[in-house]
């Protein structure tokens, strides 16, 4: 129940159904003197989240506090790669397969495994539609398209506090209290946190730094973009997760 709450909230809280849910509370309320200043603000969030310049002030200062650029293992015993969702059904593969996220997580975590030597535990579990869980499905392309054969597999978990705690009880039953931390730079500081509230210390390598740019500010970063909304979605959905984070538990 707690699963499903937080995800309902999530949604409406996030673009673009947060912007939608005030122009609907404008029309539901339409005969109110408020209904017009509903409506605008609803589109003017709508628009903002859409804007490359905004969507870049909104996640850069997750990817700020990412850590800096993986460069050695540290005295880590491990490299953690955490699963960012499937592609359900995919017909070109004949079923479930990973998602760009998830894909982007495993090619650096391969890359570092090889440039370290360290054994690799892949992170994710099975969404209610899906036939397999996304460890098993990362499991099957390191080693099937990158060759390298991953040595533990978390497959229960739900969400990143879920990958922490679950990945946390299978390393420190190897003896593992260190690990490399593979995931995108916007997700890090939020993994970072809950794996090592979980017990274990962490070298982040982080991947995918989506507020970096090397050209100037033009005319197009004032334009809404599908791919600035995405960017949105991201950095609202880690505030949100931070905050869920630090809220007491009983």
Do not use: C
Not at 78 to 89: F, M, S, T, Y
């Amino acid at each position: 129940m707690t699963f499903l709450i937080k995800n309902i909230l999530g949604t409406l809280l996030l673009p673009p159904a947060n912007g939608l849910l005030l122009l609907f509370l404008a029309f539901v309320f339409r005969h109110r003197r408020r209904a017009f200043a509903l409506a605008l603000a609803g589109a003017a969030l709508l628009l903002a989240q859409s804007v490359p310049i905004v969507a870049r002030t909104l996640i850069a200062p997750l990817e700020e506090n990412a850590g800096p650029l993986f460069t050695a293992a540290d005295g880590a015993g491990a490299i953690v790669i955490l699963g960012g969702g499937l592609k359900l059904d995919a017909p070109e593969y004949g079923g479930d397969t990973a998602n760009e996220r998830s894909l982007t997580r495993l090619r650096y975590g391969v890359a570092l495994a090889r440039q370290s030597g360290l054994p690799v535990l892949v992170s994710g579990g099975r969404g209610p539609a899906a036939r397999l869980s996304e460890a098993e499905v990362l499991a099957d392309i390191a080693e099937k398209e990158f060759g390298l054969a991953v040595r533990w597999q978390e497959s229960e978990s739900t969400d990143t506090a879920d990958n922490a705690q679950m990945a946390a009880a299978i390393l420190k039953a190897a003896g593992i209290g260190r690990v490399v931390l593979v995931t995108h730079a916007f997700h890090m500081p939020r993994a970072r946190r809950l794996f090592e509230a979980a017990g274990l210390s962490v070298v982040p390598a982080p991947t995918e730094f989506r507020s970096r740019r090397q050209k100037p500010i033009d005319a197009f970063d004032f334009l809404p973009q599908a791919s600035a909304n995405l960017n949105s979605y991201y950095a609202l959905h880690e505030y949100l997760g931070l905050l869920w984070a630090a809220l007491p538990r009983p």
